[in-house]
């Protein structure tokens, strides 16, 4: 069995393979830790883009999204990230219910969850 690892991005840096792509928006520092804890045992390899206005680069961010299978944003995490939740690839969570054609989750890692259910059972 391939042994599976995942890349964790950052700006300005980009990967360029053809690993199921992902960019997380404001997520917190525990969310990071706990993802980066799943992923060692994750039943595929990942590129994640890792975003926090802090970061200050959203040009950076901007190409993150075109070139990602699925974005999936804290909506908690300021009034920018509501701009990412205009299309059916993307999955938010936190406080507020968007009219968008974005999908609510519960949180962060419920995505790879579902992913991962997806993966195991095909």
Request: proline share 3%; glycine share 4%; hydrophobic share 35%.
């Amino acid at each position: 069995m391939e042994k599976m690892y995942s890349n964790f991005v950052t700006p300005p840096d980009f990967v360029t393979d053809s690993f199921h792509t992902i960019t997380v928006i404001e997520a917190t520092t525990q969310e990071v830790e706990l993802l980066g804890k799943m992923c060692q045992s994750y039943p595929e390899s990942l590129n994640i883009y890792l975003y926090k206005k802090e970061m200050d680069n959203v040009l950076w961010l901007e190409q993150a999204v075109k070139s990602s299978n699925i974005v999936i944003a804290n909506i908690d995490g300021g009034d920018y990230v509501e701009n990412y939740c205009v299309q059916d690839n993307v999955y938010y969570y936190g406080s507020k219910i968007l009219a968008c054609p974005a999908n609510k989750i519960d949180s962060l890692l419920r995505y790879f969850a579902l992913r991962a259910t997806e993966i195991n059972n095909s």
